[in-house]
């Protein structure tokens, strides 16, 4: 990991840990409530691992914070500013690519803004989200293909992309330009289920 993604993974490690104790949970139930091994969770709070998206949205709806929370302090402003450059860099592609949570709401009902740049080639996979998750999506530049539940949609520069986020999709550059996109994720309710998928690794 480079200084910062190193700097981002002790931030979200330490908000992990905390939310944990809050709720008088050991390891071992964390893990079980966000269906993800013991070793990821001690992994996530010592700083050490890179966790997917998929790991942060389980271990964030099992904490009930939301996935925002995860990644940014604590604040009592009613507003907050996010510069250019200071979103949380929570993927990144072989090539380059990157997808940063820009701005967040607060539970139960979540909002994520993301900015998302795919270079040439590169794929993100996603895992179903939360029931009720809904996802929008605007090509600001280049093209991509959107798989959701098995269905391609070519969505171009300037097209927008309405779908559920609760089941598997992935985000896909076919082409020989870069692609950037925003995409914003609605998560109601999160924090009123727990997850019992069976831990991965």
């Known amino acids: 990991m480079d200084e910062d993604a190193e700097t981002l ?66 604040v ?43 270079a040439a080639g590169e794929r993100h996979e996603s895992e179903a989200h939360a029931a009720g998750t809904r996802e929008l999506l605007h090509v600001q530049e280049g093209a991509i293909t959107v798989e959701v539940d098995g269905q391609d949609h070519e969505v171009g520069t300037g097209d927008a992309l309405t779908f559920h986020g609760d089941m598997r999709h992935s985000y896909a550059n076919p082409h020989d330009e870069p692609a950037r996109f925003s995409l914003t994720v609605f998560e109601p309710g999160v924090g009123t289920t727990h997850r019992t998928e069976t831990p991965d690794a």
Do not use: C, F, Y
Request: charged fraction near 20%; glycine fraction near 12%.
């Open 9 to 74: 993974a002790r931030a979200i490690g330490a908000r992990v840990k905390q939310e944990r104790r809050a709720r008088e949970w050991t390891l071992d139930q964390l893990a079980t409530h966000a269906g993800v091994s013991r070793r990821m969770v001690v992994n996530v709070e010592h700083g050490t691992a890179n966790p997917s998206v998929g790991t942060l949205l389980r271990l964030s709806q099992a904490l009930s914070v939301g996935l925002p929370s995860l990644v940014e302090p604590p």
């Open 76 to 118: 009592s402003r009613t507003t907050k500013l996010t510069r250019a450059g200071d979103g949380a860099v929570l993927w990144t592609g072989d090539s380059g690519g990157r997808g940063i949570l820009v701005a967040g709401t607060h539970p139960p009902d979540v909002v994520e803004l993301w900015e998302w740049t795919l």
